[in-house]
Nanobody, 115 residues
Framework: QVQLVESGGGLVQAGGSLRLSCAAS????????MHWYRQAPGKQREWVAT???????NYADSVKGRFTISRDNTMNTVYLQMNSLKPEDTAVYYC?????????WGQGTQVTVSS
């Protein structure tokens, strides 16, 4: 079992910044990919960003150039630095990992961007 705990969400004005964290704990053997997803009210959950254990990153077009994903492998923690936030970034943000073909999700952290 892997437990994921997100933190760092909150209310911010448009143009502001937030840094999300997601700490993984439990029976961790090898987690290559760590992901961030988000779900806005009334919408499907969407992928935001991915980072590999080697530090390679990939981003959704909607956040490219504004968000930065990073990780600390020694702490099994993934971060999402969000800059130049827009009202359309308002959502619950979730981290996700897959270990031994089983997906794990955190409980989510709310990000609200006011205009």
């Amino acid at each position: 079992q892997v437990q994921l705990v997100e933190s760092g969400g909150g209310l911010v004005q448009a143009g502001g910044s937030l840094r999300l964290s997601c700490a993984a704990s439990g029976s961790i053997f090898s987690i290559n990919y760590m992901h961030w997803y988000r779900q806005a009210p009334g919408k499907q959950r969407e992928w935001v960003a991915t980072i590999t254990s080697g530090g390679s990153t990939n981003y959704a077009d909607s956040v490219k150039g504004r968000f930065t994903i990073s990780r600390d492998n020694t702490m099994n923690t993934v971060y999402l630095q969000m800059n130049s936030l827009k009202p359309e970034d308002t959502a619950v943000y979730y981290c996700n990992v897959v270990q031994l073909a089983r997906p794990y999700w955190g409980q989510g952290t709310q990000v609200t961007v006011s205009s």
